[in-house]
């Protein structure tokens, strides 16, 4: 199997698909590019008060639009990332929510969709939290 890879315009990265692979919904298999790497640490959906948001759909859009403010710090934009880790601490809350985090991720992120991950643990380090994640981004030179 060869790869295909295509270029996403915006960032320049490469979204790396395998031939004959079912394409996926909303993350890409891998990405591939050349640049400054931005990463952050793991975001949760704290305001500059540090208060947490309530809910887990409103923790989600919290913690993006908080990953969209580092990024940007970094000269960085969502059409740059490249990698998303999630860590949720009830995976059924998440399905449940699939369609309104859509709505949210392409709010904040548009219709750009880096390699992600998500991992259900026991608990995130701030008690209340209900999700938290990484982010890599890459800033073509």
Request: hydrophobic residues 45%; neutral net charge.
């Amino acid at each position: 199997m060869v790869p295909h890879p295509t270029t996403d315009a915006a960032s320049g990265a490469q979204v790396l698909q395998p031939s004959g692979w079912p394409v996926p919904k909303g993350y890409a298999n891998g990405m591939a590019a050349d640049g400054r790497i931005v990463v952050t640490g793991g975001v949760i959906g704290w305001d500059t008060k540090g208060r947490l948001a309530q809910g887990f759909v409103a923790q989600v859009r919290q913690t993006l639009a908080n990953i969209a403010e580092i990024l940007a710090a970094g000269g960085a934009g969502p059409a740059h990332l490249v990698r998303l880790t999630w860590y949720v601490v009830d995976i059924e809350e998440y399905l449940a929510s699939l369609k309104e985090l859509g709505r949210i991720y392409r709010e904040i992120f548009g219709a750009h969709y880096p390699a992600m991950a998500l991992v259900q643990v026991v608990r995130l380090v701030e008690k209340d939290a209900r999700v938290e994640i990484e982010a890599t981004a890459v800033v073509p030179r």
